[in-house]
């Protein structure tokens, strides 16, 4: 009788998060599932994963053997997990060395802080917030009174906490900053009436189709008084040498827009939900192919 084939695995891992990959892995090695399957499994999948499976290479063949290939329930745990690596991957790594002193993406959240500045906002939202290196730019600001921080990642939200020094913060300062789990995607009336909002290379993540639902959750729902929006200009990206034929920055990207698709969509936006706006460029501007980073400021009618 052949001998079954055995894997041996090394690694040295916190034993809490090996518990995670063995609750999630050992249904999918085994591919079958002797109990019932449903909405509860795609929450537990998330609980138990969503720290590591939104960025692992396999994450839709692992959804599919844990959901047992129920279709409505892969797409589900899938879009869940988009949302997740939204906010939580680090700024391109392209651009990291493209200015001296300060790296790019410096350079970009020192510039939304001085336009937020300059539009006199003092309560404010930063979407999609990530590990919290604008909100510490803003709380460093006395300037601004209230600074509330969204993201669809607990795991961001814990580093931002950690960045940021919640616990250890005086209560003057700690009364000024929020953290909030949510989602772009959804209206939540928690961000309503605020001055301004940034959402800062935020956007090229989405996929098509669910960028509209962003459109509506921040220009109809949240409706703040300013909206300052960053995103690369994919016209800048021929300067790049290091892209070696890859046509956008960054694996997760979905899209990257010309300056001329930027402002069609910018200007749609003020069609629809009441907004006019002005654009900045943010970083080296290039004479002929534009700005490495393109700016939409939106300010309400």
Known sequence: MNALPSLHLVASPWVADLLTHLYVLIPVLDNDKHYWVGDDEVKKLLRHGGNWLSSHPERERIAERYLKHQTRLVRSAL???????VDTEEPIEIEDD??????????????????LRSLGAKRVLDLGCGEGRLLKLLLDDPSFTEI????????????????LRLERMLETQRSRIKLMHGSLMYRDDRLAGFDAAACVE?????????L??????????????????TTPNIEYNVRFGEMHGQRLRHR???????RAEFTAWANSICDRFGYRVAFD?????DPEVGPITQMAIFLIR
């Open 212 to 229: 509209t639902a962003f459109e509506r959750s921040v220009f109809e729902f949240a409706k703040p008084r300013a909206v300052v929006i």
């Open 98 to 115: 493209i200015e001296e002193p300060l790296r790019l993406h410096d350079i970009r959240l020192q510039k939304v802080q001085t336009v």
């Open 252 to 258: 997760d990207h979905r899209f990257e827009w010309t």
């Open 79 to 85: 879009s869940q997990l988009r949302d997740e690596m």
């Open 281 to 285: 460029s943010i970083g080296n501007v």
């Open 202 to 210: 935020v956007i090229e993540h989405f996929d098509p189709p669910r």
């Open 148 to 163: 509330v921080g969204v993201d669809v990642s607990p795991k961001s939200l814990d580093i931002a906490a950690d960045r």
